[in-house]
């Protein structure tokens, strides 16, 4: 089996397994307090409904009511700043769900509007993460000279640590910003800037939500989703080249056994095909022919005269004996022959004859 079919399947393996281990962490984690949260609302609103007399129906409509005024809590979620972060969130592929179009027309041209903007995104992200590697490399090489380094050389091995370390940083640092604007824990905003740079976009957390933004942490959250978004390409960018790269090497590599096996494989007539492409016919295994022919490393048919000379008796090889080169013209052209020539070819069928 090829290697790449090898490694298909391993993927595919690989990737479902992957899928079985996560929902069983998942379900051993949240399993028990998704019971237990359910437990204490219910409680809740049991408590709620009893001293405050509702019935199940308006209570129900109270609920319905608070989830779909959640999105309305900001004052400007639809003003041209709110607009322009969510139109971030949807060429972005993030979708965070915290605030949708509600009108016919506004629904209509939220589709035309993301099958534009989501290619549109997605070429300009991997285009910009492609020129940062590129400069990575550049200024990679030139700082190995500058220490001396023996191999100056950039590998995508190097491209990758280095890509790495930038998402970190990255993530590390709106991790602090966002924590000190919207007042999250570090490790909700660490989770946040995870969640919105690997376009997972749960929606749990959402900047840029309160009441009222400073310009400045405005132009700061939209600088982080599309600084994060183009790192992290780059990197994605790495890891496809690289299994792409190792695709290619094996195709390479299939290409050149099949012409090795090709080039010493045996014919069905029994002529067998020589290591530089020359062809040696089975003619030789015939009795007969075995005194007078014989086959030299370049595979030409060699005869030997009794003056002890070689001519190449294979028209279509292009190992041409001195003898044979001073005599023929091998340009097709209707020179005659020789006389020593004709002297060769009466020597030649005087000797078949014999046999």
């Known amino acids: 089996m090829k290697r790449q079919n090898v490694r298909t ?20 984690l949240e399993s028990e307090n998704e019971i237990e949260m359910k437990r204490s609302l219910l409680s809740y609103e049991e408590k709620i409904i009893a001293q405050y007399n509702i019935s199940d129906e308006d209570f129900e409509r109270i609920r319905e009511n608070a989830l779909r005024s959640r999105q309305y809590r900001v004052e400007n979620q639809w003003k041209f700043v709110g607009a322009l972060y969510f139109s971030l969130v949807v060429c972005s592929v993030i979708g965070y769900g915290h605030s949708t179009p509600k009108t016919v027309p506004g629904k209509l041209f939220c589709m035309i509007y993301a099958l534009v903007g989501i290619p549109l995104f997605l070429i300009m992200f991997q285009s910009v993460g492609e020129r940062l590697n590129t400069f990575v490399t550049f200024l990679l090489k030139h ?161 030997r005269s009794p003056k002890d000379k070689i001519y190449n008796s294979n028209p279509n090889s292009n190992h041409i004996s001195p003898f044979i080169h001073s005599t023929v013209n091998m340009s097709n052209k209707d020179d005659e022959l020789s006389d020593e020539m004709e002297s060769f070819l009466e020597w030649q069928r005087n000797k078949r004859a014999s046999l």
């Open 9 to 28: 399947l391993s993927l595919i393996v690989c990737t479902f397994t992957y899928l079985l281990i996560g929902a069983a962490v998942f379900d051993a």
């Open 143 to 303: 700082i190995k000279k500058c220490f001396r380094w023996k191999n100056t050389e950039v590998s995508q091995t190097d491209l990758i640590v280095i890509t790495l370390i930038l998402s970190t940083i990255i993530l590390t640092t709106g991790a602090l910003l966002f924590s000190k604007f919207e007042g999250w824990k570090l490790l909700d905003a660490l989770y946040y800037c995870f969640i919105t740079l690997t376009t997972i976009g749960f929606g749990d957390f959402v900047a840029m939500q309160r009441d009222h933004n400073n310009p400045e942490y405005i132009v700061l959250s939209l600088l982080f989703i599309i600084i994060g978004l183009t790192v992290i390409s780059a990197a994605m960018n790495l890891l496809v080249l690289r299994f792409l790269t190792m695709n290619t090497e094996d195709e390479r590599r299939d290409e050149i056994e099949a012409a090795v096996a090709a080039q010493n494989a045996v014919r069905l007539e029994g002529d067998v095909i020589t290591g530089n492409g020359g062809v040696v016919s089975n003619a030789q295994e015939r009795p007969e022919f075995q005194e007078v022919l014989s086959v030299c490393s370049c595979s030409c048919y060699k005869w």
